[in-house]
């Protein structure tokens, strides 16, 4: 395995047969215990890790890993993630992720991937040119021009096993609304309302190496630590973060991948009653989006609501007025009925599967609840038909598949295409424009100046 630095700086519809698809055998990295012989606890059997950001959801993705071999860390902040080095004592310690793939890319199989979006494309690539297997942060990268470079890259390296922070991917409850979905009860679905109360992020540390490709800026404490995500230079607002975590369960079989038209709203700031202040820089503390499709195969035109900080759809007229809408949530609108779902996929009224609250009454199945109640009280939860993969192995899912060499439950190149939509919503927002989206040629064809946050430039020093 070349050691060089692989970072430069110098001054549609068949996707869903493919997912469903058994993966073809792909070459693992790790010897398995068999090949040796029972009883003999190959080297290889434990994956070697190492990390880049680890003081924020690193940390998560680490202890979900902990089995392993956690063999080198990286941030760039080590007071703020003193406490991660500190409980994996063995593991070598970085400030600079090109040094540690320098002395390092020998010396493990996988790599966790946990820094703010606008870093991701870097590092993806370079672990992908250093043939590594991949846990990577939603979103997938920053811009559209990213996900597409990073997903071809994939697409052309299978060998590499990959797997997206989408942590309710494949949970029972999320299946189980794709199931309900399935079924085709709900007959042509026209209108798609996601919310979440998701709040806005208002913000010994190298900063320019932070900063990355983006633009230039002072340090201040509003971006660093944990602030950044409202930021457009190194976020990709609420939209862009909480989008791939509901997308998961349905985007492949309502065919979501080209919306033709998109645009956003978000709140402005008033100081006081007389003057507005501009907010050019971030996302609003509540916000709408709005992706249009057209007729896709034998489905009719469609178009999916976006709605945070609090923000709500309509309230359907078949809900009884002593039940409020939940905190978050999704509604599927056909011309048969409505189903409400949790944001993440099933019960609305018990959300990730947990058990409902004192006091609440859980309405429907266990895949959401569909709406008008009485028209569909004979209704039952469909079979099981689709594979499974529960929260507490979302995190073994992949390090048992790097070992095996087989597909995980949500591979990177799939989490690509949900964060492609995902920030066509980004986009809007940050332009306050209506788009008219190009899929194929991977352009805004109406307001040419959008074109540039779809392919931002880097900052002078660093190119993908």
Sequence with gaps: MASENPIVKSDDSKTVSRRRAVAAALAPMVVPRRVIGAGYQAPSDTLAIAAVG???MGRNYLEGCKAEKIVALCDLDHNYAAKVFDTYPSARRYHDYREMFDKEARNFDALIIATPDHTHALLLMAAIQMKKHIYCAKPIAHSIGEVRKVREALLANKEIVTKGSVQDSSTDYARSSTEILNTGVLGPIREIHIWTFHPIYPAS?????WIGPAPFRPYHKTY?????????DFGTADVGDMSCHTLHFYFEELQLAAPSVIYGFRSTRWDDIAKQTPTPETEGSANMVCWQYPARGSMPPLKMYFYDGGMKPFRPAELASDIQLPN?????????????????GGNPFAPLGRPPRPGTVVRGLPGGWLLPESKFNDFRQPPKTLPRCERPDHYTDWTNACKKGTQTALPVEFACQLTETALL????????????????????????DANRFVTPEYRAGWKL
């Design 54 to 56: 680890i003081g924020g």
């Design 205 to 209: 540390l190298d900063w320019d190496l």
């Design 224 to 232: 660093h630590p944990a602030n950044w995500r409202a930021w457009w």
């Design 328 to 344: 978050e949530g999704v509604l599927f609108v056909g011309d048969n009925g409505k189903l409400m779902t949790s944001y993440y």
């Design 425 to 448: 919503g980004t986009l809007a927002l940050r332009t306050g424009k209506v788009l008219e989206w190009d899929t194929k040629a991977m352009r805004v064809t109406n307001e040419a």
